[in-house]
């Protein structure tokens, strides 16, 4: 599928995602093998600290995984989820997060993908990862 | 601490938590080393399919293994999920999930849980484990 | 496949293993979704503290869910594993090693396994838990 | 600790591993936040099908990790891996394979690192990662 396709395609998964505006993120990358997820900081995504909850961080970034891995699935196939692990390097303290999910390997019938959290704070001072994920996502082909 | 003090900070703690609001989560069993979050099905969870998004079921699993770690702290710690794998089993449909985290050893510094997820249909069917989590969380401690 | 006939495939194959010989494991039990692989104390299988290095603990809960999970794959699948993660919960002190692994949910192309291996000491004391392994088999079918 | 004497105290650590002695690695590359360690290949080493066993591939990539780690931790502190994830991409089919260990980030008590392993052929051919890890590996630290 031609890449302006494969954004279309994505974007538009990306709206039907309950989730993704319930959280306030945003689409803001898809090239081959690669996907970006922002979002804003909200008291509403908190963890008891304050902090943004893990579970939001998470979210983002399995969706950036599983898109980046769509970019790269072969023709007709939709894909999903099979497993993922991830580490929490520090707080998600910030006013912005973003996900970026990478394609490391696509197989036939399993994609594995890397991707990492950055946060933004306002001050323009460097952003801090606050967090890698390495997922595994399968392809689902058509009924033949 | 006795177990009341602890249902009592922990209730305290999962109101704090902005994301477990906004979710429609809720809070339902607090015991030594078991903790279960509830959550009804609701559109503003979904992923693209309509089924519940794995970043939502990861969000509640997430949090029923740290607060099951954190009936096992030692007395002033905090607790923070350092990481967690979770593998999806099928899609988490159904009109409720019940996540379920267990302690499976309390060390020192460290404390590991598995978990998982139940989906509930509404017409009386078993169950269905949707999801399972093997989870690290760390022990904060009070500075000296 | 009839249990004897599986029972019979998983021992053969696990004699073509070099590496379970080069680290002296034993298969010690195959039944259906559930097997056990043994492994003797040995010095040759050290970490630099004279425990048991996480790599043999790693290697042999690896084959046990693998096998595990070829006793659910379908007819004429070979099985291979995709991932697995393992949380290593204190030193593997001990003079004996069991691993266990058991299919938790069997799927058209992936298994998932949890395991464990329990260390026993020569004084008659209850085993201990030393490592927790979630992982994912894929199966291979034919070609058609 | 100044590189040289770390570079020798983790070659001093490298030699009492006495699976790496079995499974016949070799420590190549010691530098600040990143280790190599080298397997060639032997039919001792092998699964069912004559590749690498998962299982010798995990346990150097382990190792490699760990030193990593150890490169990085405080003055005085012994390290000792909490968990791991790996992603097996493909057969590990080679004449030598190559695990390299990172350090991605490094907090008081824990340390996340990520890893490959390379297999390289005979021919001359481009090294193809065979698998990615991503661990959590923890600082001992002496009794005060």
Chains 1, 2, 3, 4 share one sequence.
């Not at 039907?16 to 970006?36: C, K, N, S």
């Not at 946060?119 to 399968?138: E, H, N, W």
Request: aromatic fraction near 6%; hydrophobic fraction near 45%.
């Amino acid at each position: 599928m031609p890449m302006t396709d494969l954004q279309e395609r994505i974007a538009t998964s990306f709206q039907a995602q309950g989730l993704m505006t319930t959280l306030g993120a945003e689409l803001v990358r898809v090239a081959e093998g690669e996907v970006h997820i922002a979002l804003p900081f909200s008291e509403r995504l908190s963890q008891q600290h304050g902090f943004v909850h893990a579970g939001a961080i998470t979210s983002i970034l399995d969706s950036a995984c599983g898109y980046a891995a769509l970019t790269k699935a072969p023709p007709g196939c939709e894909v999903v989820t099979a497993e993922f692990k991830i580490n929490l390097l520090r707080p998600a303290l910030g006013d912005r997060f973003l996900a970026i999910g990478k394609v490391q390997n696509a197989g036939w019938s399993l994609t594995v993908c890397t991707g990492e959290v950055q946060a933004f704070s306002g001050d323009g001072s460097a952003p801090k990862v606050v967090a890698l994920m390495q997922a595994t996502i399968a392809n689902l082909r058509p009924p033949a």
